[in-house]
C-alpha cells in the first residue's frame, strides 16, 4: 500500500518536472526528461502491480461480460444520456485496493459527469478529471464503471467530449494521446468503457476496476501515464498494459504544457481555483493535441 | 567548523552566500604542465589563473623544489554569450560546459570552450613589447598629418607592462542539435570531439565549416529513445580510441579505424544491475555522469549519482574497483528526486600517477580514494575553515554506530553546497575544487595541505 501512495506521489512529481522542463532556460534538457520519463514509467508500473493485487477475480468476469456490449456503445459518444447513472458510483468508488482519495476524486469525477454534459463547468469537470487522472488514475474508471455499460459508456463519452471540448476521439488512440492528462482518463474511459461489457448497477468498485484496467489495456501505446495506471488496475489485459509502457515522457511534454498544475492537484483537492484555470487552458490545448497523434515525435523531431 | 567568532561575520553572512547564479563556476581545468588553471562560470566567461613562479633563490630558502606559488588571475573574458535559436525558438545559455586546453606547441596557450551549441577555440598570448616610433601614426595611434614629417624612424619594440591577450580564433558552430556535454582534444593534437546527448562529431581544429558524426545513437523514432549520451573522451595515447558513457551506466569504446561511423562499439563495457537494489530511481541513479581515461590509459575511471568505478580496458563485464562515494544517500533518493539533486553530475578525476581518485560530494565535501589501499577519505572545501596554510581535516558523515565529534550527520547535509567541477594537476598533488562560485586550490606541500581561494 504504501508502494502505491509513493508511486503516485513520485509520478506527480515527475510530470511536475516535465512540465516545468518546459519553461526552463537553455530549452527541453533531453537526459533530465529521459530520466524522468523512466522514474515515471517505473512508478506506474508498480502502482500497477499494487492495483492488481486488490482486484478480484468476479469483478475480471464481470468484466468479460460487459465487454461484448461495450463495443455497440462505442458509438454513442456524443449522447450526454445518463449522467444519473454516474452518482451511483460514487459510493462505489472505492476499490479493493484501498484508496481515499479516489473516492473523493470519484464523486467529485461524478458530480463532473453530470455538469459536463452542460459543458458549462467544464472547468469544474475539468478539475474533477484532473484530479482523478492524477491523484488517482483508477477513479475516473471507477466512477465510469460504476454505472451501467450503457449508461458508463454515455457517461464517459460525455465527459471524455467534454472533457476535450470538443468532438470526442474518434478512436481510442486518440483519446489515449489527448495531451491533457484527465481528458486523457477521461477520453481512455470512454474507449475502454466503449469495449467494456455492459456492467450492471451493483458492479462493484472492483468491477470498474477491472473494466478500466481494460480500457486502459486498449489503449495504445502512446496513452499516457493515467491510462497506464488504469490498465494495471484490469489483470486480464496485462498484455495491453505492456504496450502503455511506451508511453512517450515528451508527448507528457507537449501535452501538459498548457494546463499541468491541474493535473498534479493532489487528492486533498488543493489549489482548485489555478486548477480550474490551468483546466481552462489545458482543456483547449487537449482539444488542439487531439489532433496530434504523435506530439512526442513532433516535439522531439522539431527539438 | 572553524572558530567563527566575529560577530561581525555573521552580520555579513547573508551577503557572502548570495551568489549570482552568472557566477557558478561550471567547470574546471588545468592544462597539460599545470601552469595554467582555466574555470568557466554560468556567465559564460572564463578566468584563467597562472602558477606564480618563486624565484630561485627563495626557492632554496624554503627548502622546496619547483614552482610553489600560488595561483593568481592571468585573464579574464567573455567566452559566450546568451544565444537564441530562432527556428526552435530556444534560448541557449551562455554557461561553459567544458574547458580543454590544447598542447602547448609555441609561446600562446590555446583551449576549447564550449557551452550547449557552440565551441571556440581561444589564443592566449602575452604581449610585454610594443612598437612605438611609427612614422605615420603617433602614439594613440591616430594618423600623423603628412606635412609635419620631416624626419623618418625605424620602429622600435619597447618592453611594457604585461598585458595578456585573448582572441578567438576559431568558432565550431551548428554542429550540434542536442546539448554538448563534452569535448576531448586528441592525442594527434589535430583533431578534438564534442559529443551531444545522441551524437558525437569529430572536428579538425582548423577547419570551422565541417565536421564528421563518428557516433549516433538517435533513434529513427524518437519515441523508442532509451539512452543518450553523457560523456565523451579521446583515449590519451592512441588516437583512434575514445570511450563514451551512457545514461543507461554503459562504456562504449570505439575504434576510428574499425569505420567512419562508430556506432558499432569495439567493446561495451557494463555491469549487470545488481536486482536487489532495484528502485524507482535505479536508471537515474545509474547513468553515468562523467568519464576519463586514467594517465597511462590502462584504466576508465566513471561517477554514477552514488560510486565511482574503476574500469580495465581490458576487462569489460564489469569494474574492477568500485568506490561508494555517499552511499548514505541511497535512503534518501526520493527527496533527492524531488529537489532535484537526483539529477547532479559529479565529475571524478585522477591524480597524477593513477594511485587516487577523487570525486565530488555534497556539503562542500569531496572524496578522495587510495586504489591501492581501497580507502576512501572525506575532505572539505569550506572557506571558513580553508584559511591559507590550514591544514585540510578529514570529515566524517556519521551514519550509525559511535558518534564522534565533528561527525556530520546525514540529515544535516547542506545539498545546496555540492562540489560538482574539479581538477587534479598533471603531475603534482595540487587539486582545484569548485564549490559555487569559489574555488578552492589545495596544495600537498609534504606534510601539510594548503590552502587559497578565489571567489568571482
Known amino acids: 500500500m504504501e508502494y502505491k501512495v509513493e508511486a503516485h506521489r513520485i509520478m506527480s512529481i515527475s510530470l511536475g518536472k516535465i512540465y516545468n522542463s518546459r519553461v526552463q532556460r537553455g530549452g527541453i534538457k533531453l537526459h533530465k526528461n529521459l530520466l524522468v520519463s523512466l522514474v515515471l514509467r517505473s512508478a506506474r508500473q508498480v502502482y500497477l502491480r499494487d492495483y492488481y493485487g486488490g482486484i478480484c477475480l468476479s469483478a475480471q468476469q464481470a468484466r468479460e461480460w460487459c465487454e461484448g456490449e461495450y463495443m455497440d456503445s462505442e458509438q454513442d459518444k456524443l449522447v450526454p444520456g445518463s449522467t444519473e447513472s454516474l452518482p451511483e458510483s460514487d459510493g462505489q468508488s472505492e476499490v479493493a485496493v484501498d484508496k481515499q482519495e479516489p473516492g473523493n476524486v470519484v464523486e467529485s469525477h461524478a458530480a463532473l459527469d453530470v455538469e459536463s454534459e452542460a459543458s458549462g463547468e467544464q472547468d469544474h469537470a475539468e478539475n474533477g478529471v484532473l484530479d482523478l487522472g492524477c491523484s488517482e488514475l483508477k477513479t475516473p474508471e471507477e466512477s465510469l464503471e460504476a454505472s451501467p455499460t450503457c449508461e458508463v459508456s454515455n457517461v464517459v463519452t460525455t465527459i471524455s467530449s467534454n472533457c476535450i471540448s470538443g468532438p470526442p476521439p474518434s478512436n481510442p488512440k486518440q483519446a489515449a494521446e489527448t495531451p491533457n492528462g484527465c481528458q486523457t482518463d477521461d477520453g481512455e474511459s470512454v474507449e475502454e468503457n466503449l469495449h467494456e461489457p455492459i456492467v450492471p448497477h451493483t458492479c462493484t468498485n472492483r468491477k470498474r476496476s477491472a473494466e478500466d484496467s481494460e480500457l486502459t489495456d486498449s489503449l495504445p501505446k502512446k496513452t499516457k501515464v493515467m491510462s497506464s495506471t488504469l490498465i494495471s488496475k484490469n489483470d486480464e489485459k496485462k498484455v495491453d498494459t505492456e504496450e502503455m509502457d511506451t508511453s512517450n515522457v515528451s508527448s507528457l511534454i507537449t501535452i501538459f504544457g498548457s494546463s499541468f498544475s491541474g493535473l498534479l492537484s493532489s487528492e486533498d483537492g488543493a489549489q482548485p481555483d489555478s486548477e480550474a484555470e490551468d483546466s481552462d487552458s489545458g482543456q483547449i490545448c487537449c482539444d488542439q493535441m487531439l489532433k496530434n497523434l504523435n506530439p512526442w515525435s513532433t516535439a522531439i523531431v522539431a527539438f | ?456
Request: glycine share 6%; net charge negative.
Open chain 2, 1 to 456: 567548523m572553524g572558530e567563527d567568532t566575529e560577530s561581525s561575520k555573521v552580520n555579513h553572512s547573508f551577503l557572502r552566500d548570495y551568489v549570482t547564479e552568472a557566477d557558478v563556476i561550471s567547470t574546471v581545468e588545468f592544462n597539460h604542465t599545470g601552469d595554467l588553471l582555466a574555470t568557466g562560470d554560468k556567465g559564460g566567461r572564463v578566468v584563467v589563473f597562472q602558477r606564480e613562479t618563486v624565484p630561485k633563490g627563495e626557492l632554496e630558502q624554503v627548502g622546496e623544489t619547483g614552482e610553489s606559488g600560488e595561483y593568481n588571475v592571468y585573464s579574464t573574458f567573455q567566452s559566450h554569450e546568451p544565444d537564441f535559436d530562432y527556428l526552435k525558438s530556444l534560448e541557449i545559455e551562455e554557461k561553459i560546459n567544458k574547458i580543454r586546453w590544447l598542447p602547448q606547441q609555441n609561446a600562446a596557450h590555446f583551449l576549447l570552450s564550449t557551452n550547449d551549441k557552440t565551441i571556440k577555440l581561444w589564443k592566449v598570448s602575452e604581449r610585454d613589447k610594443q612598437p612605438e616610433g611609427y612614422n605615420l601614426k603617433d602614439e594613440e595611434g591616430r594618423v600623423k598629418d603628412i606635412s609635419t614629417v620631416t624626419s623618418l624612424q625605424v620602429p622600435v619594440l619597447r618592453p611594457t607592462d604585461l598585458m595578456v591577450e585573448v582572441r578567438p580564433r576559431r568558432v565550431f558552430s551548428n554542429g550540434h542539435t542536442y546539448h554538448v556535454n563534452s569535448i576531448s582534444v586528441n592525442s594527434d593534437g589535430e583533431t578534438y570531439l564534442s559529443a551531444d546527448d545522441l551524437r558525437i562529431n569529430m572536428w579538425h581544429l582548423g577547419i570551422t565549416d565541417r565536421s564528421f558524426n563518428i557516433v549516433d545513437i538517435k533513434p529513427a523514432n524518437m519515441e523508442e529513445l532509451t539512452e543518450v549520451i553523457t560523456a565523451a573522451e579521446f583515449h590519451p595515447h592512441h588516437c583512434h580510441l575514445f570511450v563514451y558513457s551512457s545514461s543507461k551506466g554503459s562504456l562504449r569504446l570505439c575504434d576510428m579505424r574499425a569505420s567512419a561511423l562508430c556506432d558499432k562499439h569495439t567493446k561495451l563495457f557494463e555491469e549487470p544491475e545488481d536486482p536487489g537494489s532495484r528502485s524507482f530511481f535505479s536508471e537515474i541513479v545509474s547513468s553515468v555522469s562523467d568519464v576519463k581515461f586514467s594517465h597511462n590509459g590502462r584504466y576508465l575511471l566513471t561517477r554514477d549519482y552514488l560510486t565511482a568505478k574503476v574500469w580495465d580496458l581490458h576487462m569489460e563485464k564489469g569494474p574492477v574497483e568500485t568506490y561508494q562515494v555517499h552511499d548514505y544517500l541511497r535512503t534518501k533518493l526520493c527527496s533527492l528526486y524531488e529537489n532535484d539533486c537526483i539529477f547532479d553530475k559529479f565529475e571524478c578525476v585522477w591524480n597524477s600517477s593513477d594511485s587516487v581518485i577523487m570525486t565530488g560530494a555534497y556539503n562542500s565535501f569531496f572524496r578522495m580514494f587510495d586504489r591501492e589501499t581501497g580507502r576512501g577519505v572525506t575532505l572539505e572545501a569550506w572557506r571558513e575553515t580553508s584559511k591559507p596554510r590550514a591544514v585540510l581535516r578529514t570529515r566524517r558523515i556519521y551514519t550509525g554506530g559511535k558518534r564522534r565529534r565533528g561527525d556530520v550527520g546525514v540529515d544535516s547535509l547542506d545539498f545546496t553546497k555540492k562540489i560538482l567541477h574539479m581538477a587534479w594537476h598533471p603531475e603534482e598533488n595540487i587539486i582545484a575544487i569548485a564549490s559555487t562560485n569559489n574555488l578552492y586550490i589545495f596544495q600537498d606541500r609534504s606534510l601539510n595541505a594548503c590552502a587559497h581561494t578565489h571567489t568571482h
